[in-house]
């Protein structure tokens, strides 16, 4: 079979396109590279419904902690606290477990129980979390002096959020904004191994790599073709999120506007 006939058949496998059955021995290059490339459209899924959803509620969990009424302070503060103090492994299998409960009480909550949108909504949950800290620590760092211009023009409520507040908190946060989302994508690789089931083997990028693994006794070929495609997606959201970042800071001197900075992250 040649490489061009190994894409067809297998890269959109991981969707339900192309052929059903996965090799079973005498595995090619090409193939692992198009399996797992092939995965790779589950994590981009993941990663960016997460982040897109995640951004809106975490807008809203930042302003919410930076409220002075407890009635909004308390919820925003305590949902930053479970979702940021546990590890999103455990957010997985408890998410999984309280799925299946709604599962039994009821068949339209079975939806909830599959992978594509039961671990979205772990996800989408967690990355606010972690979004709105930043977003609230961007909050209370906006100079006085903006306000205070703000409210010497005549901005009031919304308008004066819209139109000063909120840009200025995206400028600040958005170069700790980039990593999170870069470790958002990255956590995309626990949704089928914390619970959520792998329908007909159409997992994410690692579930192919580890069975390439698994079947070849060698994670020496997989691992690095898996590390590699996470390296790409990594650049891709540098590059977009650099342009972002470019386009807040347009109205700032060059040797004044904040660049972008990656951190390591350990542990989620």
């Not at 192919?208 to 590390?227: E, H």
Request: hydrophobic share 50%; net charge positive; glycine share 8%.
């Amino acid at each position: 079979m040649s490489c061009l006939q190994t894409i067809q058949d297998y890269g959109l496998r991981a969707i339900g396109i192309g052929e059903r059955l996965l090799p079973r021995d005498n595995f090619t290059l090409c193939e692992q590279v198009t399996l797992i490339g092939s995965g790779m459209i589950w994590n981009v899924y993941f990663g960016a419904l997460a982040l897109l959803s995640g951004f809106v509620l975490a807008t809203a969990v930042a302003v919410g902690k930076g409220a002075s009424n407890p009635f909004l302070r308390k919820p925003s503060e305590w949902f930053i606290f479970v979702f940021r103090g546990s590890p999103l492994f455990i957010q997985f299998f408890f998410a999984y477990f309280l799925f299946l409960s709604l599962k039994g009480l009821s068949p339209f909550f079975d939806v909830l129980t599959s992978a594509f949108l039961g671990a979205l909504i772990v996800l989408f949950l967690n990355t606010a979390a972690y979004s709105g800290e930043i977003f609230y620590g961007a909050l209370r760092s906006i100079p006085k002096g903006d306000v205070e211009a703000a409210d010497a023009y005549g901005f009031t409520g919304i308008a004066r959020f819209r139109r000063i507040i909120w840009p200025t908190m995206l400028r600040l946060a958005w170069p700790a904004y980039t990593n999170e989302a870069i470790f958002l994508f990255h956590a995309t690789t626990l949704v089928f191994f914390s619970g959520f089931p792998v329908w007909q083997q159409r997992g994410d990028a690692l579930y192919y790599a580890k069975y390439f693994a698994d079947k070849t006794f060698n994670p020496f070929v997989p691992y690095p073709i898996l590390a590699g495609y996470f390296i790409l997606l990594t650049l891709t959201v540098i590059g977009i999120f650099g342009l972002i970042n470019r386009r807040l800071n347009r109205h700032l001197p060059q040797e004044y506007r904040r660049k972008l900075s990656l951190r390591m992250n350990l542990i989620r």
